[in-house]
C-alpha cells in the first residue's frame, strides 16, 4: 500500500539519510540566485591533504572550511582518475560512462592514433603571442557542462570564464562555449584559447598578459613561507625527482638550465607557487574587466590551479613543496575571496572547491616500508600478449596500442577473442603474470554497469564509454603504477586516487561539515539547483544537506510502504 501524507512535515530524502523540514507554511524564502558561480579545481589534492596540512592555512582555504560546507567522506567512485576526466566530471556532474571523457588521451581506432580528450581539428588556435598550438574545445563532450546550460537557460547573457595552465582543465570547466577560456600553450609558453570560444584575442587579456609578463618571474627564489619546523615528514627524500636543474630541497630558483628566459625556465614558473598567484591575477583582471556578477543573470568563474599537479607527480604527496604549494594557495585564494568580496559582495556569489583526483605515494619511497609496491612492466605488455596469441591465431601483430590502463586490439582481433575461449584466456593470463598486475577486465562485461558486490569492476564500468575505452582494461594492485617514469602517479579506483576534497561556501549554503556520501559529481547538480537550471544528464545529487534553506520534496517521491 503507498504512503500518502496530506500537509504534514516534509521529509528529503538525502544520501540514504532522513532529514526533516518545516511544512510548507513555515518554509522559509529562499535566497537570491547567486550572482556569480566561481568553480575551483587544485590539480591533484588529496582529501587528507586537508586533515594533515590545514593547521598551516590561514587565508582562503581555512575560510572555507571555517565558512563553508566540508564534505569529508568526498570521493570519485570511478577507475579513471585522471585530469581531464576529473574537470569534466566536475562540470558536468556525470560519471565517465556518461560524459565521454575516459582520459586525458586515448587510442583512436579510426585514425590508430593517439587523441587529446581536447583535440579539434575543426577549430584553430587563437594565441597572445607566436604559437604553434593545434586547435582545442569541449567537442569530444558527450554532455552539456553547467556552464553551457547556464548560459543556455539564463534570462540574459552569462558570461563563462575560465583559466588554467592546461588546456584541458580549462576546456573541461568552461564546455562547448565560452565567453573566455583561456590555458598555458602545451607546445609553446604562450597563453591560448581557440576559435570555440572567440573569433580574436580578448583584449582585457592582451592588456593583462601585457602589464604582467610570466617573464618577470624569471629569477625568483621559491623558499618555504613558513618555518622547516611547520612541515610534516622528512624534506629532500632520497626517491624524489627534482625538476630540471633544481635539486631535491629548497629554495628553488628559477631560472632554467641554461641561465636564460628558455623553454626550461617556463617549465620550472609551472611547477612553482608563482604560476598559481598568476592566474589568480587573471582572474581578477576578468571579473574587473567583465564586470561578472553584475549583471541580471548569472556568471561563471572557473580557475583550474596546475601547479600542485605539477610538483606533486616529481616530489610526491609527502615533501615540504606539496605543502608549500598549499599554503601559497591558501593566500591566493585568500585574495581572490577579498577581491571578490569588494567587486561582486559577499552575498553575492557562492564558490564550490574541489580536486581532479588524488595521487599515489611514491612507490620507491613506500617500499622502504617493505610494502608490496612498484611498476608495472608496461613496455612488456604487448610483448605477452604477442607471445600468448601467436601459437592459438597464427602470426600478429594483435596488439595496436596501451594507454594507461586501457589496452586496444588491432581491428578484427576482438572479434577473434570472443569466438575463441582459450585465446582470450591465454591473453588475459599472461598480462594476469605480470607483477604488479591485479585483474583484467573485458569490454564486453562492462556494458552494463554492474552491481556493487564488485566494486572495482563498476569502478571500471564508471570509466568505460563505448567506441573510446579499450577492449581490455588492466588494474594494478594498491601502491602500483602503471608508468615506467620517476616520480608518482594516479588513476586509479583506490582511496588516494579517489579520495578529495567537495567545499561549498557562499550564497545559498549552509556551512558545517558533513559525513553524508558525496563525489564531485554532485558540485554541478548543486550549483544548478541553487542557480534554477536543469541538467540534462547528471550521476550526481543535489547536496541538499547543504544548502541555506532545503527545499520542499514532494510525498510522492517517498518510497512506498511494504
Given at each position: 500500500?503507498?504512503?500518502?501524507?496530506?500537509?504534514?512535515?516534509v521529509?528529503?530524502?538525502?544520501?540514504?539519510?532522513l532529514?526533516?523540514?518545516?511544512?510548507?507554511?513555515?518554509?522559509?524564502?529562499?535566497?537570491?540566485?547567486?550572482?556569480?558561480?566561481?568553480?575551483?579545481?587544485?590539480?591533484?589534492?588529496?582529501?587528507?591533504?586537508?586533515?594533515?596540512?590545514?593547521?598551516?592555512?590561514?587565508?582562503?582555504?581555512?575560510?572555507?572550511?571555517?565558512?563553508?560546507?566540508?564534505?569529508?567522506?568526498?570521493?570519485?567512485?570511478?577507475?579513471?582518475?585522471?585530469?581531464?576526466?576529473?574537470?569534466?566530471?566536475i562540470?558536468?556532474?556525470?560519471?565517465?560512462?556518461?560524459?565521454g571523457?575516459?582520459?586525458?588521451?586515448?587510442?583512436?581506432?579510426?585514425?590508430?592514433?593517439?587523441?587529446?580528450c581536447?583535440?579539434?581539428?575543426?577549430?584553430?588556435?587563437?594565441?597572445?603571442?607566436?604559437?604553434?598550438?593545434a586547435?582545442?574545445?569541449?567537442?569530444?563532450?558527450a554532455?552539456?557542462?553547467f556552464?553551457?546550460?547556464?548560459?543556455?537557460?539564463?534570462?540574459?547573457?552569462?558570461?563563462?570564464?575560465?583559466?588554467?595552465?592546461?588546456?584541458?582543465?580549462?576546456?573541461?570547466?568552461?564546455?562547448?562555449?565560452?565567453?573566455?577560456?583561456?590555458?598555458?600553450?602545451?607546445?609553446?609558453?604562450v597563453?591560448?584559447?581557440?576559435?570555440?570560444?572567440a573569433?580574436?584575442?580578448?583584449?582585457?587579456?592582451?592588456?593583462?598578459?601585457?602589464?604582467?609578463?610570466?617573464e618577470?618571474?624569471?629569477?625568483?627564489?621559491?623558499?618555504?613561507?613558513?618555518?622547516?619546523?611547520?612541515?610534516?615528514?622528512?624534506?629532500?627524500?632520497?626517491?624524489?625527482?627534482?625538476?630540471?636543474?633544481?635539486?631535491?630541497?629548497?629554495?628553488?630558483?628559477?631560472?632554467?638550465?641554461?641561465g636564460?628566459?628558455?623553454?626550461?625556465?617556463?617549465?620550472?614558473?609551472?611547477?612553482?607557487?608563482?604560476?598559481?598567484?598568476?592566474?589568480e591575477?587573471?582572474?581578477?583582471?576578468?571579473?574587473?574587466?567583465?564586470?561578472?556578477?553584475?549583471?541580471?543573470?548569472?556568471?561563471?568563474?572557473g580557475?583550474?590551479?596546475?601547479?600542485l599537479?605539477?610538483?606533486?607527480?616529481?616530489?610526491?604527496?609527502?615533501?615540504?613543496?606539496?605543502?608549500?604549494?598549499?599554503?601559497?594557495?591558501?593566500?591566493?585564494?585568500?585574495?581572490?575571496?577579498?577581491?571578490l568580496?569588494?567587486?561582486?559582495?559577499?552575498?553575492?556569489?557562492?564558490?564550490?572547491?574541489?580536486?581532479?583526483?588524488?595521487?599515489?605515494p611514491?612507490?620507491?619511497?613506500?617500499?622502504?616500508?617493505?610494502?608490496?609496491?612498484?611498476?608495472?612492466?608496461?613496455?612488456?605488455?604487448?610483448?605477452?600478449?604477442?607471445?600468448?596469441?601467436k601459437?592459438?591465431?597464427?602470426?600478429?601483430?594483435?596488439?595496436?596500442?596501451?594507454?594507461?590502463?586501457d589496452?586496444?586490439?588491432?581491428p578484427?582481433?576482438?572479434?577473434?577473442?570472443?569466438?575463441?575461449?582459450?585465446?582470450?584466456?591465454?591473453?588475459?593470463?599472461?598480462?594476469?603474470?605480470?607483477?604488479?598486475?591485479?585483474?583484467?577486465?573485458?569490454?564486453?562485461?562492462l556494458?552494463?554497469?554492474?552491481?556493487?558486490?564488485?566494486?572495482?569492476?563498476?569502478?571500471?564500468?564508471?570509466?568505460?564509454?563505448?567506441?573510446?575505452?579499450?577492449?581490455l582494461?588492466?588494474?594494478?594492485?594498491?601502491?602500483?603504477?602503471?608508468?615506467?617514469?620517476?616520480g608518482?602517479?594516479?588513476?586509479?579506483?583506490?582511496?588516494y586516487?579517489?579520495?578529495?576534497?567537495?567545499?561549498?561556501?557562499?550564497?545559498?549554503?549552509?556551512?558545517?561539515?558533513?559525513?553524508?556520501?558525496a563525489?564531485?559529481?554532485?558540485?554541478?547538480?548543486?550549483?544548478?539547483?541553487?542557480?534554477g537550471?536543469?541538467?540534462?544528464?547528471?550521476?550526481?545529487?543535489?547536496l541538499?544537506?547543504?544548502?541555506?534553506?532545503?527545499?520542499?520534496?514532494?510525498?510522492?517521491?517517498?518510497?512506498?510502504?511494504?
Amino acid at each position: 500500500m503507498k504512503l500518502r501524507i496530506k500537509r504534514l512535515t516534509v521529509w528529503a530524502l538525502c544520501a540514504g539519510l532522513l532529514f526533516p523540514l518545516a511544512s510548507p507554511a513555515q518554509t522559509q524564502k529562499a535566497p537570491p540566485r547567486p550572482k556569480l558561480v566561481v568553480l575551483l579545481v587544485v590539480d591533484q589534492m588529496r582529501a587528507d591533504y586537508v586533515d594533515k596540512f590545514s593547521q598551516q592555512w590561514t587565508a582562503g582555504l581555512k575560510r572555507l572550511l571555517e565558512r563553508g560546507a566540508w564534505f569529508r567522506l568526498a570521493a570519485y567512485p570511478y577507475w579513471a582518475t585522471r585530469t581531464c576526466v576529473g574537470h569534466a566530471t566536475i562540470s558536468t556532474g556525470s560519471f565517465p560512462a556518461t560524459h565521454g571523457i575516459i582520459g586525458n588521451t586515448w587510442w583512436d581506432r579510426e585514425s590508430a592514433a593517439h587523441v587529446p580528450c581536447t583535440a579539434d581539428p575543426d577549430v584553430a588556435a587563437i594565441s597572445y603571442g607566436a604559437s604553434t598550438e593545434a586547435g582545442n574545445s569541449g567537442a569530444r563532450l558527450a554532455v552539456r557542462t553547467f556552464a553551457d546550460e547556464l548560459g543556455a537557460q539564463a534570462s540574459g547573457p552569462t558570461r563563462v570564464v575560465t583559466f588554467s595552465l592546461k588546456p584541458r582543465s580549462a576546456i573541461m570547466l568552461a564546455g562547448h562555449r565560452g565567453t573566455a577560456v583561456t590555458w598555458f600553450g602545451e607546445r609553446a609558453p604562450v597563453w591560448t584559447t581557440s576559435s570555440a570560444y572567440a573569433s580574436a584575442p580578448k583584449p582585457f587579456i592582451a592588456a593583462y598578459l601585457k602589464e604582467h609578463p610570466v617573464e618577470a618571474d624569471f629569477g625568483k627564489v621559491w623558499s618555504r613561507a613558513l618555518p622547516e619546523s611547520a612541515y610534516l615528514y622528512v624534506d629532500n627524500a632520497p626517491v624524489e625527482q627534482p625538476a630540471l636543474g633544481w635539486t631535491s630541497t629548497f629554495p628553488h630558483v628559477l631560472k632554467g638550465q641554461s641561465g636564460k628566459r628558455d623553454a626550461d625556465f617556463y617549465l620550472l614558473w609551472e611547477k612553482s607557487p608563482f604560476a598559481d598567484a598568476y592566474l589568480e591575477g587573471m582572474a581578477e583582471a576578468a571579473v574587473d574587466a567583465l564586470h561578472l556578477g553584475s549583471e541580471k543573470a548569472t556568471d561563471f568563474l572557473g580557475v583550474s590551479f596546475s601547479s600542485l599537479d605539477l610538483v606533486g607527480h616529481t616530489f610526491g604527496p609527502f615533501s615540504h613543496e606539496v605543502q608549500d604549494i598549499l599554503v601559497r594557495l591558501d593566500a591566493t585564494l585568500g585574495k581572490l575571496f577579498d577581491h571578490l568580496d569588494r567587486a561582486v559582495g559577499p552575498n553575492n556569489y557562492v564558490v564550490a572547491l574541489s580536486a581532479d583526483h588524488g595521487v599515489a605515494p611514491i612507490p620507491e619511497q613506500v617500499s622502504l616500508g617493505k610494502w608490496d609496491t612498484g611498476r608495472v612492466a608496461t613496455d612488456e605488455v604487448a610483448g605477452c600478449v604477442e607471445k600468448a596469441l601467436k601459437p592459438l591465431l597464427g602470426p600478429g601483430p594483435y596488439v595496436a596500442g596501451l594507454v594507461g590502463n586501457d589496452l586496444y586490439f588491432a581491428p578484427g582481433v576482438y572479434a577473434k577473442l570472443l569466438a575463441n575461449p582459450a585465446a582470450r584466456q591465454a591473453a588475459g593470463n599472461a598480462i594476469l603474470s605480470m607483477r604488479g598486475v591485479a585483474r583484467v577486465l573485458w569490454s564486453d562485461e562492462l556494458l552494463e554497469r554492474p552491481a556493487a558486490d564488485d566494486p572495482l569492476r563498476r569502478a571500471v564500468a564508471l570509466s568505460s564509454f563505448p567506441g573510446r575505452s579499450g577492449d581490455l582494461i588492466i588494474a594494478q594492485r594498491p601502491y602500483w603504477l602503471m608508468t615506467p617514469a620517476p616520480g608518482t602517479d594516479h588513476g586509479t579506483a583506490y582511496g588516494y586516487d579517489t579520495r578529495v576534497p567537495v567545499l561549498l561556501m557562499g550564497s545559498g549554503i549552509r556551512p558545517g561539515e558533513y559525513l553524508t556520501a558525496a563525489t564531485p559529481a554532485d558540485i554541478a547538480p548543486t550549483l544548478a539547483f541553487l542557480c534554477g537550471i536543469t541538467l540534462a544528464r547528471p550521476d550526481g545529487r543535489v547536496l541538499a544537506e547543504a544548502l541555506a534553506v532545503p527545499a520542499a520534496v514532494s510525498t510522492e517521491l517517498l518510497p512506498p510502504r511494504q
